[in-house]
Every structure is written in C-alpha cells, then in structure tokens.
Nanobody
C-alpha cells in the first residue's frame, strides 16, 4: 500500500509562494493519478489540482487556475504543488492523494496526513 507524506506547508503573506511536496513510499506511485486537495475549517474537502500518471496532463479548480502548478517526478516518487500569488482564502490543510484520477474524491484511495498552509493578509 502506498504511503504519502506531505511537506512544505507554513505561514506566508498574501502574494507569497509555497511549494508543497508529496513523497510516496513506493515506485508504484507512478501507476496512479495524483491529486492535491485542501480543507479549510468548517468547509468540505475540495480538489484543487490533478495530474495524470505520466505528468503530461493537468487540471485545476477555477479558484487556483493560473496561480498553482501541479507536477510530479516519478523517478523520485514525488509530487509537487507550486502555489504562487497566495491569498488568505487559500488557507487550509493541504492533502495529496493517489488513485484512479478524475474530479471525484472517491477515486482517490491513498492519502497523506496533510500539511497546513496559512496565508496572512
């Protein structure tokens, strides 16, 4: 079973950038689509970006399009989420996940523990 560990969260001022990483425990991670989700206090978990197995196809939620970039390095079993021009409304716990892909939370079977991102105004 693939285990995922996120890192790179923290506190940043509005307009700043952070890069989140997602380290997978096994090479089989390359067999899965990867998604980055976030959950703010009192809100449902939402999918913000997905990437296919090879890394050649990405998709984004409208709220982050043009500001966030999802990528992956299958040789390193690691995924990334580059977050630019951060806004206070981006404040949330961010999770990476692996699974069958698409824009459905239930398609993702493997989850990390989450990393906190806080954006001050």
């Amino acid at each position: 079973q693939v285990q995922l560990v996120e890192s790179g969260g923290g506190l940043v001022q509005a307009g700043g950038s952070l890069r989140l990483s997602c380290a997978a425990s096994e090479r089989t991670f390359s067999n899965y689509f990867m998604g980055w989700f976030r959950q703010a206090p009192g809100k449902e978990r939402e999918l913000v970006a997905t990437i296919n197995r090879s890394g050649g196809r990405t998709s984004y939620a409208d709220s982050v399009k043009g500001r966030f970039i999802i990528s992956r390095d299958n040789a390193e079993n690691t995924g990334y989420l580059q977050m630019n021009n951060l806004k206070p409304e981006d404040t949330a716990v961010y999770y990476c996940a692996g699974g069958a892909g698409g824009w459905v939370t239930g398609n993702y079977n493997y989850w990390g523990q989450g990393t906190q991102v806080a954006v001050s105004s």
